[in-house]
Nanobody, 115 residues
């Protein structure tokens, strides 16, 4: 069993930056996929970015060029660097780890982009 704890959310002005962290209670080195999802009020949860065990990455079109996913295997932490934030990026951001057949979720961290 792996616990995931997100941090780094908060209120930021449009055009600003935030870095989210997802600390895992166990090793993430062997996780098949790790990713960030988000859920805005009244909307379905959607994939923001993901990275595989081999290091390949995938981004939602809406965040390409602005967000960067990375992971620190030594410290069992997943990151999401978010730049040029827009009001439409406002959501609860969740960390997810896939270790088939198990899937782990964090409880989320709120990001609010507003002036």
């Amino acid at each position: 069993q792996v616990q995931l704890v997100e941090s780094g959310g908060g209120l930021v002005q449009p055009g600003g930056s935030l870095r989210l962290s997802c600390a895992a209670s166990g090793s993430i080195f062997s996780m098949y996929v790790m990713g960030w999802y988000r859920q805005a009020p009244g909307k379905q949860r959607e994939l923001v970015a993901a990275t595989t065990r081999r290091g390949s990455t995938n981004y939602a079109d809406s965040v390409k060029g602005r967000f960067t996913i990375s992971k620190d295997n030594a410290n069992n932490t997943l990151y999401l660097q978010m730049n040029s934030l827009k009001p439409e990026d406002t959501a609860v951001y969740y960390c997810r780890a896939d270790d088939p057949p198990r899937v782990y979720w964090g409880k989320g961290t709120l990001v609010t982009v507003s002036s």
